[in-house]
């Protein structure tokens, strides 16, 4: 059983910033990616970004340039760091790790909700 614990969330004012973290149980050095989405209200759930095992980032398109994932191994945990928050950066952020062989694991979710 693998558990994913996302924190750093909360009420943020548009123009600033937040960092979410990601603390997954056991060590992530043997996953294939680590990921974060996202899921507005009345919206489906939504790609942000993704961090190989090599280190390689991709973004989704409505974030690029204001996100940046990273991890520490050591820490067994997975960041997200928002800049330039805006109020269409509200949602529950969601963390998500691969294992492979179609074994991925999901956190509860940190809701992020910024205001204009």
């Known amino acids: 059983q693998v558990q994913l614990v996302e924190s750093g969330g909360g009420l943020v004012q548009a123009g600033g910033s937040v960092r979410l973290s990601c603390v997954v149980s056991g060590s992530i050095s043997s996953v294939n990616y680590m990921a974060w989405h996202r899921q507005a209200p009345g919206k489906q759930r939504e790609f942000v970004a993704v961090?190989?095992?090599?280190?390689?980032?991709k973004y989704g398109d409505s974030v690029k340039d204001r996100f940046t994932i990273s991890k520490d191994i050591r820490k067994n945990t997975v960041y997200l760091q928002i800049t330039s928050l805006k109020p269409e950066d509200t949602a529950v952020y969601y963390c998500?790790?691969?294992?492979?062989?179609?074994?991925?694991?999901w956190g509860q979710g940190t809701q992020v909700t910024v205001s204009s």
């Open positions: 998500g790790v691969d294992f492979g062989s179609s074994d991925y694991w």
């Open positions: 961090i190989s095992s090599g280190g390689s980032t």
